[in-house]
């Protein structure tokens, strides 16, 4: 069992400077090089203080310079908005300067706004994912990189510096949807499974994405699937409920559901009861273990919803499966 944690880098109601923001986080990714997780898992977010960080090669290093062992993951880079080998770059020099220490998390992302500023359509966006992630990947192999696709072509290019690790950063692709799961399986790549999905859901879509990896001639075989939950801890159940409602009213609000086109208020119970796992810490250590029966959970990444909870997390529920 390996436990990572997701960190948002959230401005709530801005009340402190934002530079607090960024050093904050880098106590807690100190605090986490020595108490036993795998991995840091940075996010990148753009125009909402649901989470200031918009370059995660930029954060990645400043973290990887402040730690020897912990690996530093991508959750996920919005890969669509990229220009691939601009990306490839960047990821292949923060796992030079990391000394082999990075996860590559690849997504699409869905924020309307982000997609519109730097010109991507929403249709676009999956196969622009896909051409490059396969872009990526190639620049990231010995020669010169030589590409005819939708969106990018390249002639006879060396992309320089390639990744410390051979053949390539463990990567992933961060799937929320069925057709997500569908075609990273297909392609034969690993999965971040969502903080978003329900316990039920992800234990599905697991399954789905087994049957389908195997059906394309892909082995499960050593393969890690990270589950994100977002996590909520406190002295009872009363005030840990109170810490998860608080946290999902921010998610909502500033980024699942910004507009209130949809039913909050059904959103949050759906959250509370179903995606957030909460109680005393002795309660999250059950319910972890109850998901690895019940889902196969295997790697952890925790998104904690308050300090509190990293703190409990990290000293009353990671050792008990260390």
Known sequence: MRFGILHFFSWPDRRVALPTVYKRALQRIEIMEGAGYDAIWLTEHHFSDYSVCPSIPVMGAFAAARTKRLRIGTAVTLTALYHPVRLAEEIALLDVLSNGRVNWGAGRGFDEREFRTFGVTPEQSAARLHEAVDIVLRAWKNGPLNYRGEFFSFDNIEVLP????????????????????RWAATAGHSILMTPHNTHAEIGEQRRFYAETLVKHGHSMTERVLPVTRLVAIASNESQSEQVAREGVKWLLRTYVNPTGARNSDEMLRRYVDSVVIHGTAEKVVDKVNELRETIGLEYLIGAPLSHETFIALTERVLPRFL
């Open 162 to 181: 390639k990744p410390l690790q051979k053949p390539h950063p463990p990567m992933w692709i961060g799937a929320s949807s069925n057709e997500a799961v």
